[in-house]
C-alpha cells in the first residue's frame, strides 16, 4: 500500500500542509506556520503567504522551531482541525 493510498479515506483526499511550530504553550496542542509561494496576477512576482494552523500534538512530543507534517481532522476543538502526523526534523 503506498502512502497516497493510506492517506485516502472514504470520502476522498485529505489535506495535507508541512510547516514550523512556532508555538507549543498549550495541553497536547501545537501552532504550525504554513508558507506557501503564490504568484501575483498582475506582476508575476511570487509572493510568500503565511498562515497558522492550531494542531493536535496527543503526545507533546514537538519543540518550538520543529519541522512538521500536519493532516486535516475532524473538529477536535473550536479552532483545532489538524492533527500531527510526523515531525519530519528537529530544531537545534
Not at 495541553?27 to 494552523?53: C, E, G, L
Not at 492533527?83 to 528537529?90: F, G, P, Y
Request: proline share 3%; charged share 35%; glycine share 4%.
Amino acid at each position: 500500500m503506498s502512502a497516497q493510498e493510506e492517506l485516502k479515506p472514504a470520502r476522498g483526499l485529505v489535506k495535507v500542509r508541512e510547516g514550523y511550530v512556532t508555538s507549543n504553550k498549550m495541553d497536547k496542542s501545537i501552532v504550525v506556520q504554513v508558507a506557501t509561494k503564490v504568484q501575483h496576477p498582475r506582476y508575476k512576482k511570487f509572493i510568500t503567504r503565511t498562515k497558522k494552523y492550531h494542531a493536535h500534538d496527543a503526545e507533546n512530543t514537538c519543540q518550538i522551531g520543529d519541522r512538521v507534517r500536519i493532516i486535516e481532522s475532524r473538529p477536535l476543538s473550536k479552532t483545532k482541525r489538524w492533527r500531527l502526523q510526523e515531525v519530519l526534523e528537529r530544531a537545534v
